[in-house]
Antibody
């Protein structure tokens, strides 16, 4: 079965940076777009960023545009989210998700917590 | 951005009874390719979200047939014919027609 395993979360100070990784397995990684979705404590889901299978096209929510960068390494079957200029409101569980087509997320990782606090 | 509005935000249902959740989008989700990109997800307590319904009415693999999605354009509904205890959680609709996806606020289902 498809597996997605996030890593790289933790506590970071406001204004700091963090890079999340998502290791994918049991599917042809390069054939699928991928996304990051986050969930602030006690809140709903928010789509954050997406990337095409080749990595040539990237998309961002307005709330993170210019601060976050999504990328992928298809040779390593890994998705990344580089987060900079972090704010308290970026505190959330971040999920990576496999996109079967047009943001239809058929598989999700277990999520990784990012806490932005001084 | 397309705004997705769900109602109700919470509901309490007796096991064996039906449940219905409405989702309205601020713009039509009908694409020029003829498909409508509306999905339903369920997040059970302490778990990651899981896909229930895609393209309005298609059930994802393994989803029980008591879950039924319907609707068109901007108005959509998720119906559970007979609620079971395992259906507890938060249900989200989501649009995928735009490059920036957006979720509804979520509807919390609890069992009476």
């Amino acid at each position: 079965e498809v597996q997605l395993l996030e890593s790289g979360g933790g506590l970071v100070q406001p204004g700091g940076s963090l890079r999340l990784s998502c290791a994918a397995s049991k599917f042809t990684f390069s054939s699928y777009a991928m996304s990051w979705v986050r969930q602030a404590p006690g809140k709903g889901l928010e789509w954050v960023s997406g990337i095409s299978g080749s990595g040539g096209n990237t998309y961002y929510a307005d709330s993170v545009k210019g601060r976050f960068t999504i990328s992928r390494d298809n040779s390593k079957n890994t998705l990344y989210l580089q987060m900079s200029s972090l704010r308290a409101e970026d505190t959330a569980i971040y999920y990576c998700a496999k996109d079967r087509s047009r943001k239809c997320f058929d598989y999700w990782g277990q999520g990784i917590l990012v806490t932005v606090s001084s | 951005d397309i705004v997705m509005t769900q109602t109700p935000l919470s509901l309490s249902v007796t096991p064996g009874q039906p449940a219905s959740i409405s989702c309205k989008s601020s713009q039509s989700l009908l694409h020029s390719d003829g498909k409508t990109y509306l999905y339903w997800y369920l997040q059970k307590p302490g778990q990651s979200p899981q896909l229930l319904i895609y393209e309005v009415s298609s059930r994802f693999s393994g989803v029980p047939d008591r879950f039924r999605g319907s609707g068109s354009g901007t108005d959509f509904t998720l119906k559970i014919s007979r609620v079971e205890a395992e259906d507890v959680g938060v249900y989200y609709c989501m649009q995928g027609i735009q490059l920036q996806g957006t979720f509804g606020q979520g509807t919390r289902l609890e069992i009476k």
